[in-house]
């Protein structure tokens, strides 16, 4: 059940009555997909359509620089922790970044790796789709 009163929406949930304050979750929505934008894909190689971002540039100093990404990474885990997201999305969110991390420090192979896979960007888009199927962001309508 679902109640409303101005941004914020009141849910029984699993656990008994939530408090989602929408403004805070597009806040940190917003936050997350900057952080995952800067981290895959904020840099464009010229010349070609391959996007890359501040991920493979660490990712080119040995084992830091992979280690300072996952540190990165952690923190969109952390954000979708406080949202609320499944235990099963927060699982497939750190299995995303520990398997970038652990391709990523194998010098050469894990630097192409780190251009192909965008973890931070899938893990935005299992954020997305939970927040989506939960209906948070979703208008509420006061009857």
Do not use: C
């Not at 199927?133 to 309508?141: D, L, Q, S």
Request: hydrophobic share 50%; no cysteine.
């Amino acid at each position: 059940m679902r109640t409303t009163g101005g941004s914020a929406t009141w849910s029984a949930g699993r656990g008994g009555p939530e408090f989602f304050d929408h403004a805070a979750e597009e806040a940190a929505l917003a936050r997350v997909g900057a952080l995952a934008k800067l981290m895959d894909s904020a840099i464009a190689i010229p010349g070609t359509t391959i996007r890359v971002g501040v991920d493979v540039v660490l990712g080119l100093i040995p084992v830091v620089g992979d280690l300072a990404s996952q540190v990165i990474s952690s923190y969109i885990i952390w954000e979708a922790r406080k949202l609320g997201v499944s235990h099963l999305t927060i699982g497939r969110m750190i299995a995303n970044t520990l398997f970038d991390t652990v391709i990523g420090i194998v010098p050469v192979v894990g630097d192409a790796f780190d251009v192909m896979f965008r973890a931070n960007m899938r893990n935005l888009a299992l954020l997305q789709k939970e927040l989506e199927k939960r209906g948070a962001g979703r208008p509420v309508i006061d009857v």
